[in-house]
């Protein structure tokens, strides 16, 4: 099982940006699909992004379509979420998570097994 370590969270005005950054232990990281998934006080977690071992697919929630980036370098055993244009709704704890059966068009928001601590963002108006 791969542990992961999130970081970047903040605090940040509406219409601003953060990176959060993971960093995967273990030799076997390329093997994993990535995900990031947030949870705002009194919801439900939600998937917000994923990426291919590879780096080559990537999906997003509707709600973050063209504010979010998720991105991977595997070099250094690290997946990013780069956030722009932060709204107050995008204010959760953000998690990272990973999964071994590879992400597809069909299949890309559930079977994460590992998952981080996470770190807060919180986005003011």
């Known amino acids: 099982q791969v542990q992961l370590v999130e970081s970047g969270g903040g605090l940040v005005q509406a219409g601003g940006s953060l990176r959060l950054s993971c960093a995967a232990s273990g030799r076997t990281f390329i093997s994993y699909a990535m995900g990031w998934f947030r949870q705002a006080p009194g919801k439900e977690r939600e998937f917000v992004a994923a990426i291919s071992w590879s780096g080559s697919n990537t999906y997003y929630a509707d709600s973050v379509k063209g504010r979010f980036t998720i991105s991977r370098d595997n070099a250094k055993n690290t997946v990013y979420l780069q956030m722009n244009s932060l709204k107050p709704e995008d204010t959760a704890v953000y998690y990272c998570?990973?999964?071994?059966?590879?992400?597809?068009?069909?299949?890309?928001?559930?079977?994460?097994?590992?998952w981080g601590q996470g770190t807060q963002v919180t986005v003011s108006s």
């Open positions: 998570a990973a999964r071994l059966p590879p992400i597809s068009r069909s299949d890309y928001v559930s079977g994460f097994g590992s």
